[in-house]
């Protein structure tokens, strides 16, 4: 049976590198930008003719892919609609920082069919933005959201941070407040994690970050006060208008097989093969039309694999995990794999049963890393 399909393509520059940040991204370099993009192109090419699903959704992530000129992205653009069939109601995101959106480049976007903007908002406070290292201001964001708007894009969604150095659950409300008045169609609230490597790790003593239980504080008035103006929540971290779900994401979640390409790019490919694609740029520029050369890890999932992912994705969803799916998937009933912790959940309130569904209560999201973890199978 055919089924459909996603593409990640992954930009890995930015203007300058942000305090927090251990995505695999570098400050632009032009030398690099220009011999990447054609790599990046040959890699999409070598999937010419391969590949017959439908694709149902384009990411274009990085990094900053709005960093591109239309040429450049247009190059891309080409490649992936040679090599692969796009379906044409496709959910087509590019992710943007708002310090390079220009009116050109938001009609050249929409031109181009893209029709979801994620923009990497993070904070509406320009003393924070500028504490995180970002390139941009508050003001920029509106700019660029009015640039977007008038361009066409209605589907805009927000990136944004809690838990930030300095920040109170008062200064979180007001960037709500703030970035609900654009009436973005989509929010990600995510808290800020310290990632080893990163200057914000280097100097944790000195950043002033919330306690613990003023970042829970934060977390459940974002569930409250979004759930008040009208944004339901499908995942931990994500809300949307009803019918804006992130379609790409919700297909993560949903194990949907994906093609990565660029640099450091993973895939999830149908017959249950994760790839990653190597994160070294000179590598990646020299063989990017010869797939097994710039594959770093090869790894084939095993029954038990799939059944992990399935559990710990699933559950990360609102509408949670289905015990029909699990039996048609796996071929055996959830229960026999899962009954004891199931019901051990169940009990203690985090987990809960609809007919077919099992999903996390309200209290279960906010341990829900903990769940998670027991239901891993070893
Ligand atoms: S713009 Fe995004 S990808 Fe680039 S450094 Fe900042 S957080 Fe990382």
């Not at 709005?66 to 992936?80: F, K, M, Q």
């Not at 979004?226 to 379609?247: D, H, K, T, V």
């Amino acid at each position: 049976m055919q089924q459909s399909m996603m593409l990640y393509v992954h930009i890995p520059f930015c203007i300058q590198k942000c305090a927090y940040c251990d995505f695999l991204s570098f400050p632009t370099a032009e030398k690099y930008k220009q011999a990447y993009i054609k790599a990046l192109c040959a890699e999409i090419e070598t999937w010419k003719g391969k590949e017959s699903d439908p694709v149902s959704s384009v990411f274009i992530g990085g990094g900053t892919p709005s960093i591109l000129l239309p040429d450049e992205l247009g190059e891309i653009l080409e490649a992936l609609q040679t090599s692969f069939h796009i379906e044409k109601n496709a959910e087509q995101t590019i992710e943007v920082n708002p310090g390079t959106v220009t009116a050109e480049k938001a009609y050249f976007w929409r031109q181009e069919g893209i029709n979801r903007i994620s923009m990497g908002v993070q904070a509406l406070d320009n003393d924070l933005l500028k504490t995180l290292g970002r390139i941009h201001t508050k003001e920029q964001v509106i700019e660029s959201w009015e640039l977007l708007s008038i361009a066409g894009f209605q589907n805009i969604s927000f990136d944004l941070m809690m838990g930030l150095p300095g920040q109170t659950l008062s200064m979180w409300d007001e960037t709500l407040h703030q970035a609900l008045a654009l009436h973005p169609r989509h929010l990600s609230c995510y808290s800020l994690i310290l990632e080893e490597g990163t200057p914000f790790f280097e100097k944790q003593a000195q950043l002033d970050l919330p306690d613990e239980e003023t970042e829970r504080q934060m977390y459940w008035h974002t569930c409250r006060l979004l759930s008040e103006a009208g944004m339901q929540q499908y995942e931990i971290s994500n809300f949307s208008q009803p019918s804006y779900e992130s379609r790409h994401n919700t297909g993560y979640w949903r194990r949907k097989p994906y093609i990565g390409l660029g640099l450091g790019a993973s895939s999830l490919l149908k017959e249950q093969v994760r790839i990653k694609n190597t994160s070294d740029m000179e590598l990646y520029i020299r063989h990017s039309a010869d797939r097994e050369a710039i594959c770093e890890e090869r790894q084939i999932l095993t029954l038990q694999d799939q059944m992990e992912e399935f559990m710990f994705l699933g559950l990360r969803c609102t509408r949670g995990v289905k015990k029909s799916d699990f039996l048609r998937l796996f071929g055996c009933s959830i229960d026999t794999v899962y009954g004891k912790n199931i019901s051990k959940y169940l009990q203690y309130g985090l987990l809960q049963q609809e007919g077919d569904i099992i999903h996390l209560t309200e209290r279960g999201m906010d341990v829900a890393n903990q769940v998670f973890a027991d239901f891993l199978l070893n």
